[in-house]
T-cell receptor, first 113, second 116 residues
Framework: SQQGEEDPQALSIQEGENATMNCSYK?????LQWYRQNSGRGLVHLIL?????REKHSGRLRVTLDTSKKSSSLLITASRAADTASYFC?????????????FGKGTTLSVSS | EPEVTQTPSHQVTQMGQEVILRCVPI?????FYWYRQILGQKVEFLVS????????KSEIFDDQFSVERPDGSNFTLKIRSTKLEDSAMYFC??????????????FGNGTRLTVT
């Protein structure tokens, strides 16, 4: 079943600009995670935000979580060409065994220099 | 930094053949996963595995699929009779704890399976 949905599907920006990606989900969660995937490679974990947290930072990444709206956003500040990749949000379904992380369709970010 | 390794990187097989995809998870991790990604599409959950048994599986993971941890290091995905629609990138992942216990997944670089 579909859990996370990212928005927009594709985003093109210039180097130095900020990139914001949004994620909506449907059920209660314990945490929400963001991953990055370079073309043809595996997914790399970026940041995890717990359900009792509202905002978290890691370097140029800022993640927010609004559990009342069932939504999260990932902000990449001062983007670089190397940030070009697909970004996915992922959640574990709260009413299941808690071992399945379900990914959204992703946002494809293109940063041009 | 420890990493998940997958072999082979590319596997070509004929329709109806059995195929085994291999993974070596991070050594102290306890939870293991298989995902697949059809070209350009979403990353789909197949199965999670803990304590030598399947923990959760998706609708995709039907009787044609099986997983095994034959020894202390390898984790395998077997597709018994491959179909054209099984062509995809298959990713193995592992985690130290349950994902709903705030544990991230560590992914391998995938095996590209092509069924002809």
């Amino acid at each position: 079943s579909q859990q996370g949905e990212e928005d927009p599907q594709a985003l093109s920006i210039q180097e130095g600009e900020n990139a914001t990606m949004n994620c909506s989900y449907k059920t209660s969660i314990n945490n929400l995670q963001w991953y990055r995937q370079n073309s043809g490679r595996g997914l790399v974990h970026l940041i995890l935000i717990r359900s009792n947290e509202r905002e978290k930072h890691s370097g140029r990444l800022r993640v927010t979580l609004d559990t009342s709206k069932k939504s999260s956003s990932l902000l990449i500040t001062a983007s670089r060409a190397a940030d070009t990749a697909s970004y996915f949000c992922a959640t574990a379904l709260a009413n299941q065994a808690g071992t399945a992380l379900i990914f959204g369709k992703g946002t494809t970010l293109s940063v041009s220099s | 930094e420890p990493e998940v390794t997958q072999t082979p990187s590319h596997q070509v097989t004929q329709m109806g053949q059995e195929v085994i995809l291999r993974c070596v998870p991070i050594s102290n991790h306890l939870y293991f996963y298989w995902y697949r990604q059809i070209l350009g599409q979403k990353v789909e959950f197949l199965v999670s595995f803990y304590n030598n048994e399947i923990s959760e599986k998706s609708e995709i993971f039907d009787d044609q699929f099986s997983v095994e941890r034959p020894d202390g290091s390898n984790f395998t995905l077997k597709i018994r009779s491959t179909k054209l629609e099984d062509s995809a990138m298959y990713f193995c992942a592992s985690s130290l704890r349950q994902v709903d216990n705030n544990s991230p997944l560590h992914f391998g670089n995938g095996t590209r399976l092509t069924v002809t």
